[in-house]
């Protein structure tokens, strides 16, 4: 007698062809089932054991992939290999379409020999997700690929698509509008090597607003951290960055001088690094520096400190304790 074990899992390293289901299919886990003898490439209808029907999913249509298990340990394995599409169940006896998503109709009744089949994840299964997906508009989700989204790539209100060959302003799209593959917008991203244009969104329209790049670092922030150049006087260019780095390589005097291109509200952080193999020299600050008093760092240390400019002085916000290179 020719035994056919029927095994009904989600496996997750097993993709086949696609299956062709209108919906996504149902599901069901570890199921195990034999049937009493084999079939023939044209049968359409296949008797389970007593009971074992029951184990599979109660609800149609949902693929099977059918194979040698005998000889061949994979389903991909086996030249016969065939997805079949279960439509109807009455107890234990199953309702078949044969040689489904490109695959053939084959004989599953050599003797001697087991046949599994598996209720595994298709690309047809994979497909309906993704159509049942873009059809309801869902939002929230990331994708990727090649060039423009719009015109190409179908998806809901708020999916993100991240362009592999893109640049600038053409890296980033989200969906504004539509469930179809029109309504991407590109987005703007925040470079902190080149931090202009910089947008304001409005909460009313949702409208995008740039900001130049000198308009921005004149009278914000610039996330670029500056190399000042180590000398008796140290001059510090506020438009080159907020955050300035010094680093002390000897035991000179020396004087960090008033930044140039103050601006109110602007914020700077300096941070002193000693270098100098032993303790560094006179520090001075200069005029419109307003601060506490400054423990130089000991070789190997840094300290950072950092001020706002209220429009007349850079006033100090904080001094950092004194912490490794």
């Known amino acids: 007698m020719i035994r056919l074990v029927i095994v009904a899992v989600m496996l997750c ?58 000889d061949y340990g994979a389903p991909e394995d086996d030249p016969f290999v065939e997805i079949i599409s279960v439509t109807n169940r009455t107890s234990d006896t199953l309702t078949v379409v044969r040689a489904q998503d490109g695959t053939s109709a084959s004989n599953h009744s050599t003797g001697g020999k087991t046949y599994c089949m598996i209720l595994g994840i298709t690309k047809g299964i994979i497909d309906a997700i993704r159509t049942d997906i873009a059809a309801a508009g869902v939002s929230g989700l990331v994708t990727s690929g090649t060039g423009t989204p719009e015109g190409s790539v179908t ?54 607003t740039s900001l130049s790049t000198t308009a921005l670092t004149s009278t914000l922030f610039n996330l670029v951290e ?39 509200g602007r914020l700077l952080i300096i941070r002193v690094r000693n270098t100098s193999g032993g303790v560094l020299g006179t520090i001075t600050w200069d005029t419109l520096y307003k601060m506490g008093s400054f423990t130089k760092p000991a070789n190997g240390f840094s300290r950072t400190v950092a001020f706002v400019y209220d429009g007349t002085n850079w006033i100090e916000l904080f001094c950092s304790p004194e912490v490794p290179n």
């Open 155 to 208: 998806a809901g209100v708020g999916t993100l698509y991240a362009r592999t060959d893109g640049s600038g302003t053409t890296t980033l799209y989200r969906k504004q509008t539509g469930a179809g593959t029109t309504g991407w917008v590109a987005q703007p991203i925040f470079d902190p090597a080149s931090p202009g244009p910089i947008g304001l969104t409005s909460a009313s329209s949702g409208s995008f």
């Open 13 to 70: 390293g097993f993709l086949t062809a696609s299956v062709t289901h209108a919906v996504i299919p149902p599901v069901t886990n570890f199921a195990k089932m034999q049937v009493s003898t084999g079939y023939g490439s044209a049968a359409t209808s296949i008797v389970l054991l007593s009971g074992h029907g029951a184990k599979l999913p109660a609800t149609f249509p949902f693929p099977l992939i059918w194979w040698n298990c005998s």
């Open 226 to 264: 500056a190399t000042l150049t180590y000398g008796a006087s140290v001059a510090i260019d506020a438009d080159a960055g907020t955050i300035h780095k010094l680093t002390a390589t000897n035991s000179t005097a020396f004087t960090l001088a008033n930044p140039t291109n103050p601006s109110t």
